[in-house]
């Protein structure tokens, strides 16, 4: 059990960890490199420069879509969100961890902090999960792997609580430990080549898609008069 | 999925890999990844990479002195093609070179100090200079793909011969000085590579095997991208390459004949082998497959024969830059990395070469993939049925995919051990032995230190003086000896071993036991080792511990002796030598009782051993 665990935390880990990093380089510089491509062919090469950025950092921070529609799917979904970014870069044992590989750490989430936040993501996972079957728009959308994410995601957070925070044996520890670290690694994996790599191609990926919706600018405007839905939202 | 794309797609992986392992050497250090020691500092890049590469970049200057010098017209479609070889095979070997130099950013040291003494500062001028020529004289060539810079284009075409000239006039100097930097190893160099012609016979190579090398290439080329081969010129070039290496052989041959070391070829050793086949290799193969004219005209025997030269004059500048260098001291054996840094260095220039092949005009006419066309039909990925994207765009991704994922491979086989390693080797320390009187060698290399150890107790006030040097009992243990924990002989080690104690199978003890339930599980909020073990720290010690990071053994011995002494020598006044290094280390034990020792070593009993006194002269008491 040691060995594998040794096995997890050292070689796959390091396959893992840069299949995700290199992948997010990768992506991003595909992206900007399409882009580029087509900038390059385009006949009409105004730019919406000022609505796309705007927009852009209006879906950064999603914060609007609490008071407007689905105000519970919407805060659990943010809520899960910062979980899920802050815990894993912030937690203390992962920072210490980084300290003894790289020779440096950085600033760390106080320790009834990283619970509650854990317990939240758990819960906000599990919220999400539900609202997905119940609402039937939402079932309509769904993919399997739409349910499958938010179960994946929060094996991590469930074993590292559990192990974290509980007077269990050695023998369990390891068990609840070995499924923490290969999880993530299932998790790191996927994330470059599915849905979750927005976490780091969002703002690209945003601000690209709403400059091919302006391509040349001002033809969303076009587009809505020959709909006759001239100011409306489409 | 067509040819070109499966060639390039096994160059990406290799190149990821490869990438990896560079990566690693540059970050961390050679010895994270390279096997060279002080014995051999030439690995396999040296002998693989760079001295195979710039011979076989030879091409280049032969090519452009035969279509501009002498004038063969028939040739001067290989012209760009042959400068893009020398560019890239340059290339290669300057990379290697940095790599196994590192510091890369003092290469432009040569530059500013010079030592004239030296044939490799020769070379690195040489090197340096040609790149630049080989440069001036490719760069045309992407040009013209852009309106921009046409200034600098028309020029540097209208000046090419200049260019070819310094090209020629570099490449003599420096292929044959890197022989010369050879003849400094009469003692080291097998004798049938050993010459003082050795200069001369590597400028000879070069320009026999040069032009071969471009018709390997040209045959390489071809057939991946599946279009015509030119047989007729090839096998002309091949005709006029096979007089430079019969000059060459025969050079060879009699230059060994002359020596007298011509026995030597047959005398059945493996060095005599290996001298056979490579010139069976690069000399005999290519001359009869090349030279007769029925064989030449076949495209079968042209490869062959192409081949076998090609890694004949690799394995030649392999044997001399390593293979048949007598080594005084540990072997060498290249690790998987160097290996893949190797391979990644040629496929990385290999990758290069067809990018310049398919993007720009290298032929008379530029070769153009149909698909490319907008008025081409979509490439569907039958499978998935996904469009595939024109070729190139389908390849960005895929080529992309392929080397993020080797790179990443790479990065996981490197193991820990090396990367994490400070190179000091692991020497487990051991129990000092006899008795009264100790002989401390923790490293058994029969270089020890006596200590009297009794004469030490009485003179401490007999039974109170242990806990001066003793500061631990480990579990079931009475003042534990010093090798028990400070177990390494020169570093730090854990004496306390968390995971051993945490660990199902040992100790067993749950994360509870010692760390609080509402606290961050840190080594300052557990729990303090002698609150279990409750006799861990003998009353009176007087060396107190914080980390349970246990100094190496050598250090240990010496904090605790030295300290000790400095005092005493102060505060003794007929003693002001007691503080010296040769107070203790005073001896090297005689043969004789290095045998008695060593034969001692192995009795099962050997801890009871009371070393003879080496005469109480020397103690000082």
């Not at chain 1, 390091?14 to 390059?40: N, P, Q, S």
């Not at chain 1, 993919?143 to 192990?163: A, E, M, N, S």
């Not at chain 2, 490319?372 to 039909?377: L, M």
Request: with cysteine; glycine share 6%; aromatic share 12%.
């Amino acid at each position: 059990m040691q060995g594998l665990l040794d096995f997890a935390e050292g070689p796959l880990f390091r396959l893992t960890f840069f299949i995700m990093v290199l992948g997010f380089a990768r992506v991003f510089i595909l992206a900007i490199w399409g882009a580029v491509d087509a900038y390059r062919k385009a006949g009409d090469k105004t730019i919406a420069w000022g609505t796309a950025t705007r927009k852009t950092i209006g879906w950064l921070v999603p914060i609007r879509s609490v008071f407007t529609h689905k105000p519970f799917y919407s805060m659990f979904s943010i809520l899960l969100h910062i979980g899920l970014i802050l815990v894993p870069i912030l937690l203390l044992a992962h920072v210490r961890l980084w300290e003894t590989a790289l020779g440096f750490g950085w600033l760390t989430l106080p320790k009834t902090w990283a619970d509650l936040l854990t317990l939240a993501t758990i819960v906000a996972g599990v919220a999400i999960i539900i609202g997905r079957i119940a609402s039937s728009n939402l079932r309509f959308l769904s993919r399997k792997q739409d349910y499958l994410w938010p179960l994946l995601l929060i094996i991590p957070f469930v074993t590292g609580y559990i192990c974290s925070n509980t007077a269990v044996t050695p023998a369990t520890y390891q068990i609840l430990m070995l499924m923490h670290v290969l999880s993530s690694e299932l998790i790191f994996v996927l994330i470059p080549f599915t849905k979750i790599a927005h976490c780091v191609i969002m703002p690209l990926s945003q601000f690209i898609m709403l400059i091919a919706w302006r391509f040349p600018a001002h033809v969303d405007d076009d587009v809505c008069t020959t709909l006759n839905k001239k100011g409306m939202q489409i | 999925m067509d040819r070109a794309r499966i060639f390039k797609s096994i160059l990406w992986a290799i190149t990821g890999l490869g990438s990896a392992a560079l990566a690693t050497r540059f970050l961390i250090g050679l010895g994270a990844i390279a096997n060279m020691n002080d014995a051999v500092p030439w690995g396999l890049w040296k002998g693989f990479n760079i001295f195979p590469g710039i011979a076989l970049a030879g091409g280049g200057f032969v090519m452009t002195a035969i279509i501009y010098i002498m004038a063969r017209e028939e040739y001067h479609k290989y012209a760009k093609i042959s400068v893009l070889l020398a560019f890239l095979g340059y290339l290669t070997a300057a990379t290697a070179l940095v790599t196994e130099l590192g510091l890369p950013w003092l290469v432009w040291h040569p530059i500013i100090f010079w030592q004239h003494h030296s044939p490799l500062f020769e070379v690195s001028w040489c090197v340096m200079l040609y790149l630049t020529v080989l440069f001036l004289e490719f760069i045309p060539v992407p040009l013209e793909e852009t309106s921009r810079f046409a200034k600098i284009r028309i020029f540097l075409t209208k000046y090419k011969i200049v260019l070819v000239f310094l090209g020629i006039m570099i490449s003599t100097l420096h292929q044959s000085s890197l022989g010369s930097m050879w003849l400094i190893t009469p003692e080291k160099l097998h004798p049938l590579w050993y010459t003082s012609l050795l200069p001369i016979l590597f400028f000879l190579s070069a320009v026999a095997i040069g032009p071969i090398m471009l018709i390997l290439a040209i045959l390489v080329i071809t057939r991946i991208y599946r279009r015509r081969t030119d047989s007729q010129t090839l096998s002309k070039l091949g005709l006029l390459s096979v007089f430079g290496v019969l000059v060459y052989g025969l050079v060879r041959l009699i230059d060994i004949g002359v020596k007298g070391k011509f026995a030597m070829i047959f005398d059945g050793s493996w060095q005599s082998t290996f001298f056979l086949v490579e010139i069976s290799l690069m000399v005999v193969i290519p001359l009869v497959l090349m030279g007769v004219r029925r064989l030449r005209n076949s495209s079968g025997s042209l490869w062959v024969a192409s081949l076998s030269a090609v890694i004949g004059l690799g394995f030649d500048r392999a044997n001399i830059a390593g293979i048949m260098l007598s080594v005084d001291g540990p072997m060498y054996t290249p690790t998987l990395f160097e290996v893949l840094v190797s391979l990644a260095i040629i496929s990385a220039a290999i990758l290069a070469f067809l990018f310049g092949i398919e993007r720009f005009k290298i032929w008379d006419t530029k070769w153009e993939d149909p698909r490319e066309k907008p008025e081409s039909h979509p490439d569907f990925d039958r499978s998935a049925e996904v469009w595939l994207g024109t070729p190139r765009l389908a390849g960005r991704s895929v080529y992309s995919l392929i080397f993020v994922v080797s790179l990443a491979v790479g990065f996981a086989i490197i193991p820990g051990k090396r990367i994490y390693s400070d190179g000091v080797q692991e020497v487990v320390s051991q129990k000092a032995y006899g008795g009264d009187t100790l002989c401390i060698d923790g490293n058994r290399d029969n270089y020890g230190v006596t200590f009297d150890h009794k004469a030490h107790v009485v003179r401490n006030s007999n039974d109170s003086s242990c806990v001066l040097c003793h500061h631990m009992n480990q579990p079931n243990d009475k003042q534990s000896g010093c090798y028990s924990c400070h177990r390494d002989m020169y570093q730090t080690t854990d004496a306390f071993r968390h995971d051993w104690h945490a660990d199902p199978a040992n100790a067993n003890i749950g994360c509870m036991e010692c760390h609080a339930i509402d606290q961050e599980r840190l080594a300052t909020t557990a729990k303090a080792c002698d609150q279990c073990h409750k006799d861990l720290i003998p009353p009176g010690a007087t060396i107190t511990i914080e980390k349970y990071m246990a100094p190496s053994y050598t250090d240990a011995m010496h904090f605790l002796c030295i300290d000790c002494h400095r005092q005493k020598a102060e505060e003794l006044t007929d003693k002001p030598d007691l503080a010296l290094c040769t107070t203790c280390h005073r001896w090297k034990h005689p043969n004789h009782l290095q045998d008695e020792v060593a034969e001692k070593y192995n009795h099962p009993y050997f801890n009871h051993v009371v070393l003879p006194q080496k005469g109480s002269k020397e103690k000082g008491h």
